[in-house]
């Protein structure tokens, strides 16, 4: 695939990203923070577009959602954690695994990707509200990582069998 569709595909992919993220939000009271589907939109940018791309459509798509709603306060933080969670995904998939297209390794990239995520907002709670509100938030981030990892596995399966992710990194 050359640069120019890949770049389309990206951007189709951060728009995907704020809009899957923007339609289905569970507030956390306690944070000002919510639970999304934008996770399940960043690992399958990540895996099918890699390290780089995967992070452009988290990073900017998820932050451009928490400036398009209520959570504006959140953008510089989800900026920075969205961009590496689909980084390290995308990183995780095609340079420490090489691309080997299995469920094992899709799920490894996943999983952690999804850590980091849980890890960085826990960060940035900290520093917004405290640590009693950072640990009532923590179980919500990992059920956002891990149900975000499940609804992916179908979507990359469907992509993996097409051989859309061994054609997008050509």
């Known amino acids: 695939m050359n640069k120019t569709h890949k770049l ?14 923007m339609a289905f939000q569970v507030p956390i009271p306690a944070t000002k923070g919510y639970i999304n589907l934008g996770d399940t939109v960043i690992f399958v940018a990540a895996l099918l577009l890699g390290p ?45 695994f090489s691309g080997k297209n299995s469920m094992v390794t899709r799920i490894t990239a996943m999983l952690l990707g999804g850590l980091w995520m849980a890890v960085g907002y826990f960060a940035a709670e ?3 509200y405290g ?12 059920i956002q990582a891990l149900g975000s ?20 990194n050509n």
């Not at 709603?69 to 998939?93: D, H």
């Not at 640590?131 to 990992?142: I, M, R, S, T």
């Open 126 to 128: 900290v520093i917004l």
């Open 8 to 21: 389309i595909v990206a951007a189709l992919l951060t728009a995907l990203v704020t809009l899957a993220t």
């Open 52 to 96: 780089r791309y995967g992070a452009v459509a988290g990073g900017i798509g998820s932050a451009l959602a928490d400036l398009l709603s209520p959570y504006a306060v959140w953008a510089p933080f989800t900026l920075i954690i969205k961009g590496l969670e689909g980084f390290i995904v995308g990183y995780v998939f095609y340079r420490l």
């Open 131 to 142: 640590l009693p509100a950072a640990l009532v938030e923590l179980p919500g981030n990992a």
């Open 149 to 168: 990892a499940a609804l992916a596995l179908p979507v990359v399966e469907v992509l993996s069998r097409v051989n859309a992710l061994k054609n997008m």
